[in-house]
DNA sequence: AGTTAGCACTCACCACAACAGAGTGCTAAC
DNA sequence: GTTAGCACTCTGTTGTGGTGAGTGCTAACT
């Protein structure tokens, strides 16, 4: 594959790199002066022939110039592209965007997402840390009303959630006694995957009438737990799309790809390496067949979390995202695991 | 104005039918044969002729049929439209997918906006309760791990807030002692405007040293307290715009105006009847010179606390939104009233 | 007066042809 | 292997003529 000579290399490297900027095929001519006519148009324009026949670049028609195809793009990512560092200014403004993060990992990764979007002119996505063998470190009663009160979730995954709770039964010192009893005994410690309804109503049932009362709580304690082991995706600059006109006519197919949530899910969670670069059909929907989707996992600790990243069309300055997507997930790993020590 | 004729009323009436319904421009023959032929089409023309005149329809060009104007759909809206009861059973569904609020005003209107953008494939905006009168009614402190907690902040108008925060001492009972002696002497029946960042900074300096620690806590509850009376505003159903084709061309301008947030903001708040209508260049923002809003306020309690409604095409159903959105926003008051009540 | 039939007219839309321009592919020479 | 030269191809644009839907107007009718 490498069989490619150098100047081939630098041909295809500066179609892609001026097709990236501009969005026109480039034409031999072009080329020729972008290499300071170190050879004529026309040993390019063999060069590009063979490039062609390897598939690297398509012609959008005959007298047009050329076009990466989504192969070219592979070639250029894995091989030719310039690794690009970010700058120090910018790590420090991404840092002091995400610095108001107080230790609620959701929101810290929603703020992520609205940082990637502004910065890249993509949607992006995000999940939330997602951990199904976590287990429940705590949970907390606050009283809100005489009749209402919040549940709050930690879990060992340092994800948190609550709910509000309606309850008939007046909430007094009482009944959070029973409650932190129950919560003691059945709950902290376990794993919340193992906290599911069926368990709850077994439970209720085997602890009788006396704590009847619990099951609106205790329901809403399984509920949580569902929430802690779901993923919880965050779509940020969907208005972005329209930004590239190429992904113009998929635009409609595409919102609709994004609402629809599981498709995300799947992706977000089916990221092998840390940092996958998926080119048009490498892309496993056919909607995204005209897009790439750039994924970082980040880890909490030592366990892969969750994903960050950007869906855009093909045409990408992928140095720059790549390098920017992947500090992100750093930033954002360091950032989780630190509150996690704690 | 009303200085139109029955038959003038009945042919607008079908010309803006016909035209929510199929987009195409409707021609005197066909609102003849929807008329039973009762008129020719000759006398339709004239009327149509005198309709144009009025402004109440335009041509698209000579040789088309009738086209709704902007202030066709606005007489259409206030004289001509007959008002469209919710079938019973589509009532009953809006209920059951809202029944899942369990006391989380956000939540609640989030879920509405949600159900809002489904049924009406607009996008559908919503503002959470706020309420810068509220009265801080309670605030909790709940320890999360030795260095973390979370604070609640229950307003009296029912909206709930929560905030992780970070401390350097480590939160034991003592401390979280003085955090409640301080809550309770210098917020607790407060009104949130009034707990800013700089009454902050001096209650800090004059409680010395000894509680320079509290310093975050009380920083974060100042922020909680601007959120109670910030507008939270849900943008639901973004990729609906892209339904509707008349709106296509604006698409780009219209997505970005609404990820601005806050002209959204200023037009929620500046709702002034219980339901309005605003019909093209009614609107106050250009980017909507070509879009419909409908907005209904709720209430909770006797307050006007925010509202729901929708972004489309000037070409909708009026009937059949309006309707929609006066029932979700009176079924949301009565929701957040009743939790208030408690 | 209001209504109607009839007819010329207008304009968007479509298809086709002509044209210019960009960029190529190929050939023959270096 | 590289280059100059040139014919060729294809797109995008412009212009022309035909078609059809729907109108506006006029003159006759009730």
Redesign the interface.
């Known amino acids: 594959m490498s069989a490619l000579t150098e100047r081939k290399k630098q041909i295809l490297a500066i179609i892609i790199e001026r097709y990236i900027a501009t969005a026109e095929p480039v034409g031999s001519k072009a080329i020729c002066a972008y290499m300071g006519n170190a050879v004529s148009s026309a040993t390019i324009r063999n060069d590009m022939a063979d490039l062609v026949e390897l598939g690297l670049l398509e012609q959008p028609h005959t007298s047009a110039g050329r076009v990466p195809s989504q192969a070219g793009y592979r070639y250029y990512v894995d091989n030719l592209m310039t690794s690009y560092e970010l700058g120090v200014d910018e790590q420090e403004r991404i840092k002091i965007w995400l610095q108001s993060f107080?230790?609620?990992p959701d929101k810290l990764l929603e703020k992520a997402g609205n940082i990637l979007a502004e910065l890249t002119s993509c949607v992006a996505v995000s999940s939330s840390p997602s951990d199904d063998e976590a287990f429940i470190r705590?949970i907390?009663l606050?009283?809100?009303?005489?009749?209402?009160a919040?549940i709050?979730l930690?879990a060992t995954s340092g994800i948190?959630k609550?709910?509000?709770?309606?309850c008939d039964a007046e909430i007094n010192v009482e009944i959070a006694e029973v409650f932190y009893n129950i919560c003691q005994t059945y709950f902290t410690g376990r794993n919340v995957a193992d906290i599911t309804l069926t368990f709850i109503q077994t439970l209720v049932a085997s602890l009788g009438d006396k704590v009847f009362i619990m099951s609106p709580f205790l329901c809403?304690i399984a509920d949580l737990c569902s929430a802690v082991k779901t993923t919880e995706i965050h779509l940020k600059?969907?208005?972005n799309i329209?930004?590239h006109t190429e992904l113009s006519e998929d635009?409609?197919r595409l919102?609709?790809f994004?609402?629809r949530g599981t498709p995300l899910e799947s992706i977000i969670n089916s990221q092998k390496k840390p940092l996958n670069v998926s080119i048009g059909t490498e892309n496993p929907y056919k909607e995204l067949r005209n897009s790439t989707t750039i994924f970082s996992k980040y880890s909490v600790g030592e366990r892969d979390s969750g994903a960050i990243g950007i869906i855009g069309p093909t045409r990408l300055d992928y140095a720059r995202l790549i390098s920017t997507i992947r500090y992100l997930a750093g930033v954002i790993g360091t950032m989780l695991t630190e509150?996690l020590d704690?």
């Open positions: 107080s230790g609620e705590r907390e606050v009283p809100l009303s005489d009749h209402t919040m709050v930690l948190l609550s709910a509000v709770v309606r809403a600059g969907q208005n329209l930004n635009a409609f919102m609709d994004m609402h509150t704690e």
